[in-house]
């Protein structure tokens, strides 16, 4: 490889860096700008007092840290780990428009959370403020772990995880129709809102277990940077290059599966972070995974805190469910796809 390929190599890999840097502050500005929209208008100054321990009433103290930064911070988290685990997903059923809920994550935690609305059924040794979002968590790892275990007998191609999370979908939106039909009024309000995904049950607790989620999958993620990479190039290239693909495989949709079933289980179904992030990400830094998995988890951490501030001043004096203005912002991406692919053929 010659000096001239060798300097070009390097100063790609500095602005592919430079532009993470960018991602990450630009994530940052969001939460600032998430903390300071709402009903109570607080100005950027006191918002920044009340967060370095400078002297505030105490009713913008309440506002700021019981109120505004749990939902800000847990907006942040729900797009990063939903874009990373899009980012990954894509990659090992190479399939561009993979996202989290293309295996029926979104389907089976819905499930989980109407049982524990409709029926009541939750975990016995929970209070009762978990019980909906234990029962989606465990929902949606029993899906995954039975498309998994089917993958498996049938050789665990992507092919073969695309039909069967297709079936899986349908078959838990069978089983969510029926409990809405028997549902009674107050519980069908709670589920619905519930599947249209919202911020305003976002606490601390919840946030600190949706981080420890990303802290234990982001770290084997990036060390599987190379062997992600290697696999865009194709699955005999991969192998050719000594990438076991079917652990490959095996792993990341582990891991896609605890990110994404800690997500939905805490906020409800959001939906075309997991495909716009990855993607978006994907124009800015390119195919190499030590910039891209990176790049996709701070795209989606700052196309949700952006979500949350439009859910906020879309229709003045009302909380939109930050769901509706995901698919809003991930729509135009679809058809984007949708078109570009038609334009290759």
Known sequence: MSDALIARYHRQNRRRAV?????????LLAVVLDLITGPAGLPLSETLRALTGGEVSRGTSVIIWQVRL???????LVGAALALAGAEMQTVLENPLAEPFTLGVSAAAALG??????????????????G?????????LAALGLLQLMGRIRGGGPEVLILFGIALNFTAAAFLSLLQFVASADALQQLVFWTMGSLSAASWTGAALLATAILITAPFALRASWQLTALRLGEEQARSFG??????????????????AAAVSMVGVIGFVGLAGP???RMLVGEDHRFFLPASLLTGALVMSLASVLSKTIVPGVLLPVGLVTSLIGLPVFFSLILRGKGRR
């Open 19 to 27: 532009l993470v840097g960018t991602m990450a502050l630009g994530a």
């Open 279 to 281: 993607h978006i990400a």
């Open 243 to 260: 990438v076991d693909v079917t652990a490959l495989r095996r792993w990341a949709l582990l891991r896609v599966s605890l990110l994404s």
């Open 132 to 140: 909906v979002s234990a029962n989606a968590f465990l929902f949606a």
């Open 113 to 130: 959370a109407a049982t524990a609305i409709v029926l009541g059924l939750t975990l016995p040794f929970l209070p009762a403020v978990w």
């Open 70 to 76: 749990p939902v800000a911070i847990m907006a942040l």
